[in-house]
C-alpha cells in the first residue's frame, strides 16, 4: 500500500523555524509531482509549495521568500523548510503526491494524515 507519512510539526514561536518532511513508502513506479497544502480553522485547504519532476518549484504568495520545498527522489522524500514564521502559518500541513503505483495504472493523487504547525505570537 501507497503511504505518506509528515512529521516535523510542532510549537514555535514567531520567528522561528520548522523543517516538514514527508516520506513515501509502497510500490511505485513514477512520482510527477509532490506538494504541501495546508489548512487552518475556518478555512479551505490551500497549495503552499509544490515541486514537479522537473524539479521546478512553486509557491504561495504568502510564503514566498520564507518557504524552500525540495525533495530527495531516491528516497521519495519531499522537505519543507519554513522561516520566520508567523501567527497566519499556523495551521495542519498535509503532504501530497501523484504518482503511479504500477505499469498499466493511471497516476493517482495521495495524502499524508497531516501534521500541526503552531507559531505563537
Known amino acids: 500500500q501507497v503511504q505518506l507519512v509528515e512529521s516535523g510539526g510542532g510549537l514555535v514561536q514567531a520567528g522561528g523555524s520548522l523543517r516538514l518532511s514527508c516520506a513515501v513508502s509502497?510500490?511505485?513506479?513514477?512520482?510527477?509531482?509532490m506538494a504541501w497544502y495546508r489548512q487552518a480553522p475556518g478555512k479551505q485547504r490551500e497549495l503552499v509549495a509544490s515541486i514537479i519532476s522537473s524539479g521546478s518549484t512553486n509557491y504561495a504568495d504568502s510564503v514566498k521568500g520564507r518557504f524552500t520545498i525540495s525533495r530527495d527522489n531516491a528516497k521519495n522524500t519531499v522537505h519543507l523548510q519554513m522561516n520566520s514564521l508567523k501567527p497566519e502559518d499556523t495551521a495542519v500541513y498535509y503532504c501530497?503526491?501523484?504518482?503511479?503505483?504500477?505499469?498499466?495504472?493511471?497516476?493517482?493523487?495521495?495524502w499524508g494524515q497531516g501534521t500541526q504547525v503552531t507559531a505563537s505570537s
Open positions: 501530497n503526491a501523484v504518482l503511479r503505483e504500477r505499469w498499466g495504472t493511471p497516476m493517482q493523487s495521495y
Open positions: 509502497g510500490s511505485i513506479v513514477s512520482t510527477n509531482a
